[in-house]
């Protein structure tokens, strides 16, 4: 893909007639500018906290930057070394300090759990992307958005609030569909389903659950179990942008990969069929469990 592809919008025409489905210009709404949707959607956000009541509340801000297309705003272009994602990271920051601003104003800082988190890795393929090998988006983990490997699915999760230690670090593995029942337990909710689980706040050493097994899928569909360090991923290749990207496979199948993520966090050593078959043993515990059943589609 080159810097002159075809736009519709600031989406790139390939990406838009996929995403956007080709019969609604949604991104080429009039009065659409891609580079003033973050500011006006933190100006929103900001303005909605000034009139609180002093009642609950819940906010989910969602930005759209980092994503592409990347096109900063004037004021924080030129501000990193990285280009124009690089910028747009810089944008994010700019953002969740206007909230924590505005948290302050309202009196409700101190009394509020801020969270911020992120969906997937960095792709590395598009020219928004920058100098990847200076400036490595995903930090030393292996494969980038889309990919089952570590740098596909491996996101920062940043708490802070009543009960959180400052600059406490945490280890354990958990998911996002654990942040539902998680902020339910925070503020009392009860009835609320879902398959995540609530993670304590409190700053004392938590004990990872070792028979717990979290299943993520990567862009070709195949399935990729995490227990504990050991990482499954049912498929030859990444199964997603970076190559070679392989094929979908089941547990018994000799072309999957295994990682013992303690010992091997690069994901350099793939021991699939070695000893005890850990990959036919979560394939099989994940199964009972939820019913997950090979193949995907």
């Known amino acids: 893909m080159g810097g002159s592809e075809p736009r519709r919008g600031g989406v790139p025409e390939a990406e838009a007639v996929v ?11 009039s009065g659409w500018r891609d580079d003033e949707v973050d500011v006006r959607v933190v100006s929103e956000a900001v303005s909605w906290l000034g009139e609180g009541d002093g009642r609950p509340f819940f906010a989910y801000v969602a930005s759209a930057a980092p994503h592409r297309p990347c096109v900063p705003p004037s004021f924080v272009q030129g501000t990193s070394a990285a280009g124009a994602r690089g910028d ?11 909230l924590v ?70 280890g354990e593995v958990i998911s996002l569909l654990d942040l539902l029942p998680t902020i339910a337990e925070v503020v009392g909710a009860t009835g ?7 993670f304590p706040l409190a700053p004392e050493v938590v004990e990872a659950d070792p028979e717990r097994i979290i299943g993520v899928q990567a862009y070709d569909g195949r399935l990729v179990l995490r227990s504990g360090d050991r990482k499954a991923i049912y498929g030859s290749g990444s199964g ?7 094929e979908p496979c089941g547990p018994h199948d000799p072309d999957g990969q295994v990682y013992d993520l303690g010992n091997d ?25 939820t019913g997950y059943a090979w193949p995907t589609r």
């Open 19 to 29: 995403v956007l489905g080709g019969g609604e210009d949604v991104a080429g709404a």
């Open 88 to 98: 747009s990271i810089h944008l994010v920051d700019w953002m969740v300090g206007e």
């Open 101 to 170: 601003d505005a948290l302050a104003a309202a009196g409700e800082l101190d009394n509020t759990l801020f969270l911020v988190t992120s969906d997937n890795g960095t792709p590395m393929i598009f020219p928004e992307d920058g100098d990847v090998a200076n400036f490595p988006p995903n930090g030393p983990w292996r494969g980038q958005k889309a990919d089952a490997y570590e740098g596909g699915h491996r996101v920062p999760l940043v708490c802070a609030g009543p009960g959180v230690p400052a600059q406490a670090s945490r």
């Open 192 to 198: 609320v389903a879902g398959d995540g689980v609530a």
């Open 240 to 246: 997603g942008f970076s190559e070679p990207v392989g």
């Open 265 to 289: 966090p690069a994901e350099t050593r793939n021991l699939w069929g070695d000893g005890e078959r850990p990959e036919v043993v979560l394939h099989e515990r994940f199964s009972n469990t």
